[in-house]
């Protein structure tokens, strides 16, 4: 951690990558399906046909069997959409070894940050039983929105039992395809996942899971242990066994296994951050996805 408390620097950034080509109008970074004023050469068409004369290709026209005068044609830059559609229901609050919603806030930050050096446009949806007013930041080239959402988040007490708005927020979104990320500890009924990535499907989706390896790894194999209800918040104090730590643990790694089985069927590789955000490993996933 920095002296200054943060788990990353204001030097670190996301480098995220897309397997598309948008043509948002607006210029950016991002290789763009429109053709016209850019840097990155396309093809080459007969002087004439649009193109800006100071286009003109000597050494191609004199190669060209047909004897045409050629100018050379250029890819636009675009950029895009990047939206965080967040799961503020009351597991995220729960502290144990970590705050998920600390976490879900350093990652707004960054992101955030890294979409405004980008050129890119940020927009945020936080979800409970309902849409939160209060942490709905629409779409925006200013790096305020973001970071004032990250604030609020550290300070923010979820109590929701649920966070069944996440398929409507998802569905809300406009047609134009943008990159999103889905961030949660996944404490979600699988029909509510599903749903809300059958409501995505139009648009890139990185599924990323927020957990807190505490979660398993404290729970003791003999001795008194309370369990909570994450969402509920409903407490009950049993005799943890050997035996009854297996179940649990292997409880755990079913919900992992079928939340892998929900993404990978769709197509959508799950980013995993345990305990803290790491740049570097965020921008790893789009090298190896």
């Known amino acids: 951690m920095n002296p200054d408390g943060k788990r990353f ?9 897309l397997a598309w080509h948008p043509n948002t ?9 429109a053709r016209g004023d850019g840097f990155e050469f396309d093809s080459h ?11 003109f290709d000597l050494m191609a026209s004199a190669r060209d069997p047909l004897d045409r005068l050629l100018a050379r044609r250029y890819r636009q830059t675009s950029s895009v959409e990047v939206v965080i559609l967040a799961d503020l229901s009351a597991s995220m609050a729960v502290r144990r070894g970590v705050r998920k919603l ?25 979800c409970a039983a309902k849409i939160l007013d209060e942490f709905v930041s629409p779409p925006g080239r200013r790096v305020d929105g973001g970071l004032a959402i990250a604030k609020k988040l ?15 927020a998802a569905s809300l979104l406009t047609a134009r395809r943008k990159l999103v990320f889905l961030v949660s ?17 139009r648009h890139a989706i990185v599924p990323v899971l927020l957990q807190d390896s505490t979660e398993i790894s404290q729970v003791p194999a003999f001795g008194l242990f309370t369990l909570a209800d994450v969402e509920t918040g409903a407490a009950q104090t049993c005799f943890m066994r ?8 292997d409880a755990y790694k079913r919900k992992s296994v079928q939340l892998h089985e929900i993404c990978d069927a769709r197509g959508h590789a799950l980013l995993t951050a345990t305990d803290r955000i790491v740049a570097d490993d965020i921008s790893r996933h789009f090298v190896y996805h």
Do not use: C, K, W
């Open 9 to 17: 620097a204001d030097t670190d950034e996301i480098h995220y990558r």
């Open 25 to 33: 109008g607006h210029p950016g970074q991002h290789r763009s399906a």
């Open 45 to 55: 068409i007969p002087l004439g046909e649009g193109v800006d004369p100071r286009r």
């Open 102 to 126: 600390d976490m879900l806030a350093d990652f707004t930050e960054l992101l955030a940050r890294s979409v405004f050096r980008n050129g890119d446009s940020f927009a945020f949806y936080g």
């Open 154 to 168: 550290q300070s923010f007490d979820a109590r929701a039992q649920s966070a069944d708005s996440l398929a409507h």
């Open 185 to 201: 500890d996944f404490f979600l009924e699988p029909q509510l996942l599903s749903q809300t990535l059958d409501a995505l499907a």
């Open 242 to 249: 050997p035996s009854m730590r297996t179940r649990f643990r």
